[in-house]
């Protein structure tokens, strides 16, 4: 193996046969299975030195346009050129190249795969669907490999999950489970619920208005963005997800809602053009609460088909190229994570290099950390895991998105509010801390903490969402982040007016901005408690959008 360079962070080593950590089933790959196609990424580095750089630019607040991206922060047109025509000469079939030349997407067979990067494939099961995967790491002729820094979807059983949770309860007379009437103007209080998504009863109930589930009028007034003379009006809200919602699901909760979001504002992107499965839950989160908090925003769905990291890294690349055409999307909810020790670390480093990218081209990010605590196991639904964030709300290049749990008075005033004991926190063992994350509360220590900022999660204080049809009441960080992506959108239709730029990076700006954040005192996650100020449980706390508005368009 001289002559070839071994990718040692791509995979993570997996036994011969039996079982594994994280849940796996290892077995021996089925004789004549080897025909079977995999979706590869061959990740190419940024030229030396350059990837450090752009991260202490961003880190100060900068925005980098995208020919100076292209044109220093890229790897060279020629050495992915050279990559994927040497991958054709081995039978791969190259797919796409990233505009931007920072990889190159290929499909082969499990035995072309074999033979050209000295793999061994077996049969892995999870959750009871078995997939084909990589035993070893793979390598490939040390000329081909300079400008390559990983090789991602050889252990396709590994990819993220959502963050959104179903109300496990039935809140009774706190629902009013008659439909609207589509003939006449909805009342602001109309709503319905379904806590599992089972069939919903059907009789009617008196409404109490600022109880769960919430609209979007009392999450506005709870976060002090009620009475802002911007809609998100020129704005573009991007949402990376892997499927779309129902446009009658979308219409129906405008107009229980109240506000003016059209059709016409929603775009939807199929990234690999395949087929779509059926909404569930998470896509319908996210875009009926984004559009809602700024209705007068268009919403572009970035819809991947699958949750694997390939297919997130192709949307991540998409919407990356998309900007040139696009230059009002500023913001980006991404509503997935995976915990940080479950991944390899090639992995996390490919889609950290696209995500610094958006980052340095004036796109927020904001990231879900999470709905299982301080210990996320590998499905993400369950607290029983090692200490460990999940990634990606644990890149210092995003705005990680923690959760509360809210109580509101019966005229919408805040009765109460602390951290949630989903709310996904603690410190990364992949990244440094960034020298914007410092002030009250900070932990000692040397790694980036999560999350950065909160808002209401908790399933049982949580948001209205029509569903195939149905009034359901769902909640978890899935909900904070787009509902901060709209608050961005909100902020950047400000700056706007006030002949400002877009807003670059974030947290730099906001870290010192305690006075703009209502600070959360109580709660846990499991291994952290909520404190005053900084904590790894809601982060800087919640936000008071009118003052960042101010604070923010100086």
Known sequence: MSDRKVFADSVTPLPDQGSAEHGLTVNAALPGGGKEVMSLLFSLSMPAGKQSDLEARVAKGEVVSLEE??????????????????LKSQGFKVTKIASDNSGVYADASIDQIEKTLAVKMVRVTKAGLTYPAAQNAPSLPSDMAQSVNAIIGLQPFRKAHKHFRFCPVTHGNRLDLIPPDATKKPSMSARRSNSTGSKAKKAPTKNIKNTPPYLVSEIKQAYGADLLSVTGKGQTIAILIDTVPNDADLKSFWQRNGVSTTIKQIEK????????QPPEGEETLDVEWASGIAPGAKIRIYATGTLQFVDLDLALDRILADLAGKPRMRQLSISLGLGERFMPKGEIAAQHQK????????V????????????PDSSGHGSSGPLQVEYESSDPVVIGVGGTSLSLKAKGQVASETGWAGSGGGESVFFSRPPWQSGLGLPVGNGRNVPDVSLVADPNTGALVVLNGKAVQIGGTSWSAPVWAGFCALINEARAKAKKPPLPFLNPLIYPLTSCFRDILSGSNGNYQAAAGYDRVTGLGVPNVKALVQALTK
Request: glycine share 10%.
């Open 69 to 86: 991206l292209k044109k220093i922060y890229s790897p060279p047109a020629s050495e992915a050129k050279k990559l994927a025509t040497w």
């Open 364 to 375: 927020n990010i904001f990231v879900s950390s999470g709905d299982a605590g301080s210990n």
């Open 269 to 276: 992107i199929n990234v690999k053009g395949g087929a779509l």
């Open 355 to 362: 995500l610094l990218r958006l980052s340095a081209a004036g």
